[in-house]
Antibody, heavy 120, light 105 residues
Framework: EVKLLESGGGLVQPGGSLRLSCAASGFTFTDFYMSWIRQPPGKAPEWLGVIRNKANGYTTEYNPSVKGRFTISRDNTQNILYLQMNTLRAEDTAIYYCARTRRGHYFDYWGQGVMVTVSS | DTVLTQSPALAVSPGERVTISCRASESVSTRMHWYQQKPGQQPKLLIY???NLESGVPARFSGSGSGTDFTLTIDPVEANDTATYFCQQSWNDPTFGGGTKLELK
């Protein structure tokens, strides 16, 4: 059974940093692209970025809205996906999901999400 | 960015057929996918590649369309289909529609 479990969310002040983790199990982690997606409460999801699989060199792509502030990485020995978020703003407040990503850049499994609140 | 436009809400009775539309601001070929999200839950993939039913999803759900106009159909609608439905394109950087909230009468 595919499982994705995010952690690391919480309250952070504007300008601060936070690192989210996503523990993956139930599939061969290195075979899959993985994405981060966020969703402000009551709004539509927003794709943040993707990290490709082993066959594609674990390269990354980002939404321009977060490029330069957010970094996606993965630990393929422990099957963990990360999202490093810097210079956080109030508009970054959202539920953050990790999602297994198929080659067509759609998302077949999502974690339960973790809330990030940016506020003073 | 490719903008996806969805009607905000629909209300139907159980047993009826409902179509949920999604219009893209430019052609996305068949790179359109549909998700169901119930309150307090993560989105769930229903349809990928415009018309392919994801494994485990009931055959009451179907998708169609290409280019800029797409449709998700539920036939017949059941009470537990109450949810918000999002379309998502992957022709370029993934974007999502604003969602259609489906309510049962």
């Amino acid at each position: 059974e595919v499982k994705l479990l995010e952690s690391g969310g919480g309250l952070v002040q504007p300008g601060g940093s936070l690192r989210l983790s996503c523990a993956a199990s139930g599939f061969t982690f290195t075979d899959f692209y993985m994405s981060w997606i966020r969703q402000p409460p009551g709004k539509a999801p927003e794709w943040l970025g993707v990290i490709r699989n082993k066959a594609n060199g674990y390269t990354t792509e980002y939404n321009p809205s977060v490029k330069g502030r957010f970094t996606i990485s993965r630990d393929n020995t422990q099957n963990i996906l990360y999202l490093q978020m810097n210079t956080l703003r109030a508009e970054d407040t959202a539920i953050y999901y990790c999602a297994r990503t198929r080659r067509g850049h759609y998302f077949d499994y999502w974690g339960q999400g973790v809330m990030v609140t940016v506020s003073s | 960015d490719t903008v996806l436009t969805q009607s905000p809400a629909l209300a139907v009775s159980p047993g009826e057929r409902v179509t949920i539309s999604c219009r893209a601001s430019e052609s996305v070929s068949t790179r359109m996918h549909w998700y169901q999200q119930k309150p307090g839950q993560q989105p769930k993939l229903l349809i990928y590649g415009a018309s392919n039913l994801e494994s485990g999803v009931p055959a009451r759900f179907s998708g169609s369309g290409s280019g800029t106009d797409f449709t998700l159909t539920i036939d017949p609608v059941e009470a537990n289909d109450t949810a918000t439905y999002f379309c998502q394109q992957s022709w370029n950087d993934p974007t999502f529609g604003g969602g259609t909230k489906l309510e049962l009468k």
